[in-house]
């Protein structure tokens, strides 16, 4: 670990690329944990078992859409249950860092990082679009899931409350990446612009990349970018940390470090004097 610590305290620029993994680490469970008594009313309804696999689930009404909708985001969205995003900010605040993310649950932002600071590549659960995409806006939702809540009963939410798309009158979608209609509005441009001059203006710098939970449910954007980052060039250095995927693409003999172990546990090392 004092080679770990060495590194990122000699880097000219560090970069966070954070997958699912990480929130799980940091206490995120996504309903996997007790879910039939958090949520008896969806066990005994749907026979759900947690929140991802019933994030597919094709709702027979709009009401009932909304009220699992709902439950999901308000159970999944804005939390740090361990307080761990706060200690990786107070880890890197004082650095010069940028963040990718492949999660929509706002972790890095609760945990205090700047929100011009962290591109979530593949959306949010705080905010809603048009099924349709009809037009490149996204709609702030966490007010309509408070009233959603509110009113729920048996499983379904009041029909005034359906969210539809205020040009197209269309479905609300939450904006996240599973078709061809998820929405990249400007401040996602503009967040994928903010990453890739990061990148750029560092190239030939002292880059570190640290790696965090990042599976192989979608490698292209932040496991396979980060490896022939490091395969290119000399200076760029990868940490990886995975309690499951550690193994490489690219051969990297000199420039990359495999840390098979919980994230959390690799936040507490950097933490200590």
């Not at 996602?188 to 449910?217: A, M, S």
């Amino acid at each position: 670990m004092n080679k770990i610590k060495e590194l990122i305290d000699n880097a000219d620029a560090i970069v966070i690329g954070a997958g699912s993994g990480l929130s799980t680490s940091f206490g995120l469970d996504y309903g996997f944990k007790d879910f039939d008594k958090k949520f008896p009313e969806l066990v005994k309804k749907y026979n759900f078992t947690d929140f991802y696999s019933s994030s597919f689930y094709n709702f027979k009404t709009e009401e009932e859409r909304w009220s699992y909708w709902s439950k999901h985001i308000s159970y999944c969205y804005g939390k740090d249950p361990l307080n761990y995003y706060h200690k990786l900010y107070d880890i890197f605040k004082n650095k010069n860092y940028f963040v990718i993310t492949t999660n929509v649950d706002g972790g890095f932002l609760t945990g205090g990082f700047p929100k011009d600071k962290v591109f979530e590549v593949q959306g949010s659960l705080s905010k809603i679009q048009c099924s349709m995409s009809c037009h490149n806006k996204l709609y702030d939702d966490l007010e309509l899931v408070d009233k959603m809540l509110k009113s729920d009963k048996d499983c379904k939410i009041p029909r005034e409350l359906i969210p539809y798309c205020p040009r197209c009158h269309e479905k609300m979608e939450v904006n996240l990446r599973k078709d061809n209609f998820f929405v990249e509005d400007d401040n996602w441009n503009i967040q994928n612009n903010r990453y890739n001059k990061f990148i750029n203006d560092n190239i030939n710098k002292n880059i570190v990349l640290i790696e965090l939970g990042v599976g192989f449910n979608t490698p292209g954007i932040i496991r396979f970018p980060f490896e022939e980052l490091a395969f290119k060039h000399n200076n760029i250095y990868l940490i990886r940390v995975n309690d499951k995927y550690t193994e490489l693409a690219y051969e990297l003999n000199n420039t990359a470090t495999l840390i098979k172990d919980d994230c959390k546990n690799f936040v507490d090392s950097l933490s200590e004097e």
